[in-house]
Structure formats: C-alpha cells, structure tokens
T-cell receptor, first 115, second 114 residues
Framework: AQSVAQPEDQVNVAEGNPLTVKCTYS??????LFWYVQYPNRGLQFLLK??????LVKGSYGFEAEFNKSQTSFHLKKPSALVSDSALYFC?????????????FGTGTRLKVLA | DSGVTQTPKHLITATGQRVTLRCSPR?????VYWYQQSLDQGLQFLIQ???????AKGNILERFSAQQFPDLHSELNLSSLELGDSALYFC?????????????FGEGSRLTVL
C-alpha cells in the first residue's frame, strides 16, 4: 500500500535554531513530493515541491527540503526557525504512472517554535 | 488567498440530517479534490473530479456523495449524519490531474454534528 509517514507528532525547537520535520514515503515509481503548512483555522498552503533534478529544493518562507531517493525521504528544513513558523506541517506524495490521481498526505507534524 | 472558495465556513446540525458543502475552484482549474480532516485521522482523501467526471475515490462513505457541475463548482453531500462526521472538510483544486502540481486549498467547511 502506498503511504506517507511523518514519524513525529510534534517538533519543538528554539527560535533561531535549525529545524527539521521528517517525512518518509512508500510508493511505487518516482513520485512528486510536496510540503504544505496549515495555520490555525486556515486551509493548507503550498510550501514547496520536488519534481526532478536537484535533491535540495527551496520553497516559501525560507523553507527547503531534501529528497533522498535511497532512503525514500523528503525532510523539511529551515536554517533558523521563527516563532511565526509554528503551525501544522503536512508532507504529501503524488505517485506517477500508477493510474491514480490521488495525493497521499501524511498525518501532519505540529511545529512549535519557542521564543 | 488561494482562489478556492468554500461555503459554508461553519455548519452545525443534528444527527440524521443531510448537508451540502460547496466548493468553487480557482479560475481555470478543472480538477477538484475533497478531503476530510478530523482530529485523530489527519487528512483523509474522499474523492476527486476532473471536468465533471469522477477520477479517483478514497475513503468516502456510502452516505456521502459528490459531483462536479458544468461550471466546475463541486458539491459534497453528507447524509444520515453521525457524530463522527464532525470534521473540517477541505476542497482543493488543480489545473489537471495528468500534470501533478500543487493543490490549492480552500479555507474549509467546519461541520459539527450534535
């Protein structure tokens, strides 16, 4: 079965420190990979995506993500966290050439940046 | 603003009732996705339409149904509501499912079943 795992329900980091939110996936073929952020009482907002090419992709608000094919991971990173980064983060995959048009989301990781 | 409009934003109803949630996708987007977000279930894919036709089905209950109209807006119908149906229902749109890009999400419809 195709799936996305976000192993941490919550990540706490001090403001100014680097942050990592983990994501691993299990899908056949080469998927498209995405990160979304959700602020309280809001819809999900697109942060970044990996299609092909450079394994390090840069996105909105200073976030970046590293694609690792051998480990089937797509971890979200930011060099210096801000309190305003506190939100719920979702990893998603879209399998290619699988005959399905579904985007599969992880269960989300709550990021809390402490002042 | 994502350009995706969902109504109503909030809805309170009783068990056994029926409700309709509406979604207008971004201008030009042909594909609409419906997701359910509840506290302990994360984001669950329900169903996807492309240009009026159903393209993919997820964990959608038989009590739920959806359709996409010629003007591309979509409606999600929830009937015989149960307490467990209380959740945030999101609609998302994209240009086409054949060229996977980012999804654009609405602000959601929060359904409370009492």
């Amino acid at each position: 079965a195709q799936s996305v795992a976000q192993p941490e329900d919550q990540v706490n980091v001090a403001e100014g420190n680097p942050l990592t939110v983990k994501c691993t996936y299990s899908v056949s073929g080469n998927p498209y990979l995405f990160w979304y952020v959700q602020y309280p009482n809001r819809g999900l907002q697109f942060l970044l995506k990996y299609i092909t090419g450079d394994n390090l992709v840069k996105g909105s608000y200073g976030f970046e993500a590293e694609f690792n094919k051998s480990q089937t991971s797509f971890h979200l990173k930011k060099p210096s966290a801000l309190v305003s980064d506190s939100a719920l983060y979702f990893c998603a995959v879209r399998p290619l050439f699988s005959g399905t048009y579904k985007y599969i989301f992880g269960t989300g990781t709550r990021l809390k940046v402490l002042a | 603003d994502s350009g995706v409009t969902q109504t109503p934003k909030h809805l309170i109803t009783a068990t056994g009732q029926r409700v309709t949630l509406r979604c207008s996708p971004r201008s030009g987007d042909l594909s609409v996705y419906w997701y359910q977000q509840s506290l302990d279930q994360g984001l669950q894919f329900l169903i996807q339409y492309y240009n009026g036709e159903e393209r993919a089905k997820g964990n959608i209950l038989e009590r739920f149904s959806a359709q996409q109209f010629p003007d591309l807006h979509s409606e999600l119908n929830l009937s015989s509501l149960e307490l467990g149906d209380s959740a945030l229902y999101f609609c998302a749109s994209s240009v086409t499912p054949d060229r996977p890009g980012e999804l654009f999400f609405g602000e959601g419809s929060r359904l409370t079943v009492l």
